[in-house]
């Protein structure tokens, strides 16, 4: 499935179903039928909010593969990391279903992105984290960042983490959304990561998602 791209953040809040949503607009603009998937959505019961992020942003309602389950096929009700909330809820994650979930989009469509949950490092059982996850079907790694206080350090932290597990990076989102109060750190940060990536990972893409409205789970 070379046509599926794994979405994660630098950490929890940095807007990163806000910047898949965006993404995935994009991309059907430009004729890159492009759908998206919740990898572990915790939190919820019935219907990942993530989801209603993403179809939010890219201007549609739900599709019939949301109905179908298939962009959102585990769903856990503790707002938690995925290990946690599969223990706390007495059912493990299946990942088989996730794959074959994937599998149908990818089919389906020309590009599928996959939203993580959290970081790279979260786990998603006792024994897998999130990266080697992604590492071991190929997925490319679409990172988002912001220019909040911190952000470099855990932006480079990442991408160590990535390369080091042998995650290739497809592109870096600097997002603006949640809206930073001090522009003088989040200019100086963009700038910074800019010229990181140009040296770290010249085959990489690199996005600004602008901030288009409020009222949005950052994800």
């Given at each position: 499935?070379?046509?599926?791209?794994?979405?994660?953040?630098?950490?929890?809040?940095?807007?990163?179903s806000y910047a898949t949503g965006y993404l995935?607009?994009?991309?059907?603009?430009?004729?890159?039928?492009?759908?998206?998937?919740?990898?572990?959505?915790?939190?919820?019961?019935?219907?990942?909010?993530?989801?209603?992020?993403?179809?939010a942003i890219m201007g549609c309602g739900f599709l019939p593969e949301?109905?179908?389950?298939?962009?959102?096929?585990?769903?856990?009700?503790?707002?938690?990391?995925?290990?946690?909330?599969?223990?706390?809820?007495?059912?493990?994650?299946?990942?088989?279903?996730?794959?074959?979930?994937?599998?149908?989009?990818?089919?389906?469509?020309?590009?599928?992105?996959?939203?993580?949950?959290?970081?790279?490092?979260?786990?998603?059982?006792?024994?897998?984290?999130?990266?080697?996850?992604?590492?071991?079907?190929?997925?490319?790694?679409?990172?988002?960042?912001?220019?909040?206080?911190?952000?470099?350090?855990?932006?480079?932290?990442?991408?160590?983490?990535?390369?080091?597990?042998?995650?290739?990076?497809?592109?870096?989102?600097?997002?603006?959304?949640?809206?930073?109060?001090?522009?003088?750190?989040?200019?100086?940060?963009?700038?910074?990561?800019?010229?990181?990536?140009?040296?770290?990972?010249?085959?990489?893409?690199?996005?600004?998602?602008?901030?288009?409205?409020?009222?949005?789970?950052?994800?």
């Amino acid at each position: 499935m070379n046509n599926v791209f794994f979405v994660s953040g630098t950490d929890t809040g940095v807007g990163k179903s806000y910047a898949t949503g965006y993404l995935a607009r994009e991309w059907n603009s430009r004729g890159c039928r492009t759908v998206t998937q919740k990898l572990v959505q915790t939190g919820n019961t019935d219907v990942s909010e993530d989801i209603e992020v993403h179809r939010a942003i890219m201007g549609c309602g739900f599709l019939p593969e949301d109905h179908e389950r298939l962009t959102m096929p585990e769903i856990f009700t503790y707002p938690c990391s995925p290990h946690l909330a599969a223990e706390i809820d007495g059912r493990p994650v299946d990942l088989g279903r996730i794959d074959e979930c994937t599998r149908i989009l990818s089919a389906r469509y020309d590009a599928v992105l996959l939203e993580g949950a959290g970081g790279l490092m979260v786990p998603l059982t006792r024994n897998l984290l999130t990266l080697d996850y992604a590492a071991e079907r190929g997925y490319p790694l679409i990172l988002v960042t912001s220019g909040r206080l911190g952000s470099i350090n855990h932006t480079l932290l990442s991408l160590e983490a990535a390369k080091r597990h042998g995650l290739v990076l497809k592109m870096l989102m600097y997002n603006m959304y949640p809206h930073e109060d001090d522009m003088t750190i989040s200019d100086d940060t963009e700038q910074y990561l800019k010229s990181c990536l140009e040296s770290m990972f010249p085959d990489a893409e690199y996005m600004r998602v602008p901030l288009l409205q409020t009222g949005l789970s950052a994800g």
